[in-house]
């Protein structure tokens, strides 16, 4: 008998929190923040019923919650968090040790405004902000890719080539609140994905059979060895990410491009280049110009890290005019997003 499928009407955040209950989480720390707090709700409702085997871990701030992860991976567990906003800039201590030490922690960033002046809307400067940490980042379209994405991230982050945190990013209200159907795998089609828990051999795990020193005081040069291992690592995960991408379209049926998806760009003059939920508010507009004659396409960048270069490369190749489009900015410099673009360039 084929697994079953159901259809649910899920908002961003259920989204997230279905999947990370598909994924068989572990280890749930997290500390509250609009508007991200229904993620770890919902897991905790999950966990309260009986319908998850996971430890919840209330802590008293987002450094915190990141330090709880950051020990449970440490010692072999799928661990997941989620933040967003100035939860996040809270937690960008930990962030960098997670990220360094090579962790294979998932964590949701609902993308907010970082104040003055306060705004809880969606902005993309909080998870932009921490592109440098050593973290795959994605950037999600829509509440069925999140859930998706939640999914692949733990593969992605625990495949022996990659060992390295995701984060994923979805926009703030926009995904995170509003639902819309989201079609969930069954747990059976999910177990054949993913590896059980700490089945995944680790580099960088506690083993009190075979004891070694972890993040002690090194010299410059062995600092180096081991930031250039980081840059390896995120190097492979640009072949990872297409592949568990792939693997995924095999299982359900839906794939996102892998680092980057186009869309009408085949035989596009103008390209539309952008992240997150913009991205289908871009499709539309790209629709509506072909409609007046003008050969309109969209690049939707779903990874910031790596940075889908080969894809921008490709895109801007064919193209008359690429056109991007940022929810933030760095002052001085200009856009992240479009940074980003013309160094790949």
């Not at 940022?326 to 997003?337: N, Q, T």
Request: with cysteine.
């Amino acid at each position: 008998m084929a697994p079953q499928r159901s259809m649910e009407m899920l908002t961003g955040n259920y989204a997230v929190a279905y999947g990370v209950k598909l994924a068989r989480a572990e280890i749930i720390a997290a500390y509250p923040i609009t508007p991200q707090t229904s993620i770890v709700e919902k897991l905790s409702e999950f966990i309260e019923k009986g319908e998850m085997r996971a430890e919840y871990i209330r802590v008293e701030s987002e450094h915190s919650a990141m330090a709880a992860c950051i020990g449970a991976a440490s010692a072999g567990a799928r661990a997941f968090t989620a933040t967003s906003s100035h939860g996040l800039l809270y937690m960008a201590e930990m962030v960098f040790w997670a990220g360094y030490s090579r962790l294979p922690i998932v964590m949701a960033v609902v993308t907010r405004t970082l104040a003055p002046p306060w705004n809880i809307w969606s902005e993309h400067t909080d998870i932009f902000s921490l592109r440098d940490t050593g973290w795959i980042i994605f950037m999600c379209e829509d509440n069925q890719e999140v859930l998706d994405t939640v999914i692949q991230a733990y593969k992605i982050a625990e495949d022996p080539r990659v060992q390295l945190p995701v984060m994923l990013g979805l926009d703030a209200f926009t995904l995170s609140h509003v639902a819309s159907p989201v079609e969930l795998p069954s747990q059976e089609e999910v177990d054949s994905f993913l590896p059980p828990p700490g089945a995944t051999p680790r580099s960088f795990i506690m083993d009190l059979e075979h004891p070694v020193s972890h993040s002690s005081i090194v010299d410059p040069d062995t600092t180096f060895h081991f930031r250039y291992l980081m840059k390896e690592a995120m190097e492979k995960a640009r072949k990872v990410v297409r592949e568990v991408d792939e693997a995924y379209r095999r299982l359900t049926g839906r794939c996102y491009g892998g680092l980057a998806e186009e869309y009408r760009c085949g035989d596009a003059e103008l390209i539309l280049a952008v992240a997150g939920a913009a991205a289908g508010d871009a499709k539309e507009a790209a629709d509506k110009l072909r409609e007046e004659g003008i050969r309109a396409g969209v690049l939707k960048l779903r990874a910031l890290r790596p940075f889908p270069v080969e894809e921008v490369r490709k895109a801007a190749s064919t193209a008359k005019v690429l056109l991007t489009f940022d929810r933030d900015y760095s002052f001085g410099s200009g856009g992240v997003i479009a940074r980003e673009v013309k160094a790949s360039l």
